[in-house]
């Protein structure tokens, strides 16, 4: 009788201290944005959007609801299942923020496309990082969050995301190119990278560093120079926001 009280005792501790951990993504929104349709050397090119179909599947198989992960795509009547929306900073950012006033948790943020220094390309603009900032500080204040920036140059977005409780994932440093935006090419380098880490990870820290791994032996097998260097950031709070799945 005492040892089943005790453990008893024991279980609904467990379960009251880790009420987070349990929840898992059921009420983290999530948006994709696929920001271009063509290669680097300007022909048609699904890099992009063929990425953003497959991480909203991969974030779904993680625990993300499916009415809470939306999707982005500069041509979006060529696809479906999901339909995403047009890709244009206004209505991604309103996307966010419905999102945001619909979920209680956290908020995931990818951009897969080009990227300048002066940000990343959105249909035939452009995305700075103080706008992002503002769009991300805006609908997600102070919830963990994971923002992820696929593009040349993205270590620029870096210093105007980070906050204690966040994560931000870069392609590339903020001087660096990042490499598989050709017409032929399923997905960039990283995309690849952050699709087949999702399968052997467990949380995004460690998806993190598994891409990072992945794209500097896949830019050594693949003799592209200089290295991209996929920029890490993790925010002193962040961890204790981030369940696993």
């Known amino acids: 009788m005492r040892i089943a009280f005790w453990t008893a005792l024991v279980f609904a501790c467990v379960a009251t201290a880790l009420p987070a951990r349990a929840a898992g993504f059921s009420d983290w929104g999530a948006i994709i944005v696929a920001g271009d349709y063509r290669a680097h050397d300007g022909g048609d090119s699904e890099v992009f959007d063929d990425a953003r179909h497959d991480i909203g599947t991969a974030l779904e198989r993680a625990g993300f609801q499916p009415a809470n992960v939306e999707e982005f795509s500069v041509r979006p009547a060529r696809y479906s299942s999901p339909l995403p929306e047009q890709s244009d900073p206004l209505t991604i950012s309103n996307g966010l923020w419905d999102l945001s006033n619909r979920t209680n948790a956290g908020c995931f943020i990818y951009f897969t496309s080009h990227g300048s220094p002066d940000g990343v390309v959105v249909g035939d603009g452009m995305i700075a990082p103080n706008s992002m900032a503002s769009m991300v500080n805006n ?107």
Do not use: I
């Open 139 to 245: 609908a997600c204040g102070s919830r963990p969050t994971v923002v992820v920036v696929s593009a040349c140059y993205s270590g620029v977005f870096v210093p105007l995301l980070a906050a204690p409780n966040r994560m931000v994932l870069t392609a590339a440093r903020l001087d660096r190119t990042s490499f598989g935006c050709g017409q032929s090419n399923r997905y960039t380098y990283f995309d690849e990278c952050f699709l087949e880490s999702m399968q052997v990870s467990h949380d995004f820290p460690g998806l993190a560093n598994a891409v990072r791994s992945c794209v500097a032996a896949r830019e050594v097998k693949e003799k592209a120079s200089p290295p991209s260097e996929p920029q890490l950031f993790v925010g002193a709070n962040a961890m204790a926001g981030l369940p696993r799945w």
